[in-house]
């Protein structure tokens, strides 16, 4: 048994759900677990914490004050805060937020490091992840002095084991050299549920053909409390924002469920949701190379089955 | 300015990858610039143009790479570096310790730009080492760039459709992705005079750098495409009605 952190990504004044695959994981046969959290108030999170096991939270600050805009010096906080509770493994989840505050840790306390994993090992000091795009899966041994992984949304499924849990602050004393710097966040408002976070994904593909055509999948989407995805041709064509697009030069997901609809199974597409749970495809060519990689499929026009489905989710 | 590009000679993204000796891959497939570098090289030259200078491309491969770094200074770039080695998977610590030293020796970098992460190994640290062996500040995942009175401006995409909007003080790494420019692909003529440019050859042993090790590639494996897809027949009303059942009562994805 060892003790282990966990970075937990938190949402306004609460745990984002996806932590708790992570929480699972570095729990393993019944390690201990501190949970480091980017705020000022760690007796907020609790709460959310303590049904995952969790045995304390830690509010990680600098004594520089407010690091919020400073990635580098929120990395050299939780390295300082880890030392301060012996703690030499951490995880948290592969977003683009937590695998940048790992990179940082690893690059500056020269660290093993492993991101983008769907499993890992604390005994054994190994993560797995994929190799070119997942057509493979890598088992990868960490050294150095911290041992540092991200885990993929999702990947991991979560049980719960309540314990009890105590709540503190830390202040680390560190310093930035100011070279860099979050000068804004710009919300473009679009996507409410965050992709790679999402439970239930509809994706729609080249024939979906206009911008204004997306909506029959958020219907869809909507009626199962879930987000809506494209492929880079839909993407490229202008249908689809830029953050929407799943694949090898998009996004990485791994929902319970993936609905493409009008997708032709491209090797690129399959990059960014092959590990979904069930993938269902929707196409209306009979020999479309995604009907021999998915779990369900349906030979039909997306315009009519799309629709056909909302209405029989609702009934 | 002279800026760097770091690129790496990755297998083709459509290519079949059959796994060899435990934690090898058969590398008789088709072998191209990384993707995320293209979009690197795009925003070096782009730089260039405005600020003067040159821009150079550093390889860290086989042998065989030559082709890829002939193949990236076709899409810009006005000479090459190539630094060989016997391995494809070069762990991120010491190919970062490697590239720069390389940039060093050569002179010195005014900007490093490179692909977020290798399409084979996608290790997603490189960047990151490498800003840190040269003491600079780096992004990732960057979708915007401009540069003005030694800053650099980078955009990344945060999740939630939110975009995070920082600024460095150069030199910096930036670590590049689809978004960040609309990658040119190189016609005749600049194929032909990419052959032409100068290329530096080194070996890596020659730069003698002290690697860690910190991750070891113990095993890879294939992972098999899911097969025996369940195909809903009957009308459109049949079939969707039939996969809710299924979704919820079979595959229990669905409450
Ligand atoms: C380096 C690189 C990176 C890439 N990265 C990505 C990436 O991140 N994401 C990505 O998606 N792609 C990526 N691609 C592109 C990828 O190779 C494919 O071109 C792309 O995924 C195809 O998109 P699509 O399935 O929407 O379109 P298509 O391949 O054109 O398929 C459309 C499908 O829709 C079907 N169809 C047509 N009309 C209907 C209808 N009315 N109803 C139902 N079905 C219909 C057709 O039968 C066809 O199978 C990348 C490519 C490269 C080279």
């Known amino acids: 048994m060892a003790r282990i952190g966990v970075l937990i990504e938190t949402n306004e004044k609460s745990v984002k759900p996806a932590n708790f695959g992570v929480l699972t994981a570095a729990r393993g046969e019944g390690n201990e677990i501190y949970a480091f959290v980017l705020e000022a108030d760690a007796a907020a999170f609790q709460d959310g914490l303590k049904a995952y096991g969790v045995s304390k939270v830690i509010a990680v600050g600098a004594s520089d004050g407010d690091f919020s805009k400073k990635p580098d010096l929120q990395a050299a906080a939780l390295v300082a805060a880890m030392k301060n509770v012996e703690i030499t493994a951490l995880l948290t989840l592969s977003s683009t937020r937590g695998k940048d505050l790992l990179a940082r840790m690893a690059a500056a306390t020269h660290s093993g490091l492993a991101l983008d994993c769907i499993g890992v090992d604390l005994d054994a000091g190994t993560c797995v992840k994929p190799y070119f795009a997942g057509k493979t899966e890598a088992t990868l041994k960490l050294s150095g002095d911290l041992f540092l992984c991200a885990i993929r949304p999702n990947a991991i499924e979560e049980t719960e084991a309540p314990c009890d849990i105590t709540a503190e602050t830390f202040t680390a004393d560190v310093t930035d050299d100011g070279k860099l710097v979050i000068k804004e966040v710009k919300a473009s408002g679009s996507a409410k549920v965050d992709l790679s976070e999402a439970n239930v994904i509809v994706t729609g593909g080249r024939p979906i053909g206009s911008k204004e055509n997306f909506s029959i999948l958020e219907e869809c989407a909507n009626a199962m409390g879930g987000a809506v995805g494209a492929s880079r041709v839909a993407v490229d064509s202008g249908f689809a924002s830029h953050a929407m697009q799943v694949g090898q030069t998009g996004k990485i997901v791994s929902p319970k469920l993936y609905i493409g609809c009008g997708l032709s199974g491209s090797v690129q597409h399959f990059a960014g949701m092959k590990t979904s749970k069930v993938i269902v495809a929707i196409n209306n060519d009979k020999d479309a190379p995604i009907f021999t990689k998915c779990d369900y499929g349906i030979v039909g026009d997306l315009f009519e089955v799309v629709p056909a489905l909302t209405a029989a989710l609702k009934k | ?255």
Do not use: W
């Open chain 2, 1 to 255: 300015m002279r800026v760097y590009v770091c690129v790496k000679h990755v297998p083709d993204t459509a290519a079949n990858i059959k796994v060899v000796g435990g934690s090898g891959f058969d590398e008789s497939v088709k072998f191209i610039v990384n993707p995320y570098d293209e979009y690197a090289i795009g925003e070096a030259s782009k730089l260039v143009k405005a600020e003067g200078g040159e821009v150079v491309i550093v390889t860290l491969g086989k042998a065989s790479a030559m082709t890829t770094v002939r193949a990236a200074l076709a899409i810009g770039g006005d000479r090459g570096i190539l630094i060989k080695t016997d391995k494809q998977f070069v762990e991120s610590d010491e190919t970062a310790l490697i590239l720069a030293k390389a940039i060093e020796e050569d002179g010195g970098a005014d900007m490093i730009f490179a692909g977020k992460q290798a399409a084979d190994s996608e290790g997603m640290q490189t960047c990151y080492r490498l800003a840190a062996n040269l003491g600079m500040p780096v992004a990732t995942e960057v979708i915007g760039f401009s540069y003005a009175d030694g800053k650099a401006i980078v955009e990344r995409e945060i999740g939630g459709g939110e975009r995070e909007v920082i600024e460095m003080t150069a030199p910096c790494v930036v670590g590049a992705t689809k978004g960040l420019n609309e990658v040119k692909y190189p016609k005749l003529p600049d194929i032909m005079k990419a052959k032409k440019k100068p290329v530096n050859e080194m070996d890596a042993g020659s730069l003698k750098v002290d690697a860690l090790g910190l991750v070891e590639l113990v095993s890879l494996e294939q992972v098999p495409e899911r097969s025996n897809a369940k195909m809903l027949e009957g009308s459109v009303t049949e079939a969707v009605d039939t996969l809710v059942k299924l979704l919820r009562d079979e595959a229990k994805v669905l409450d």
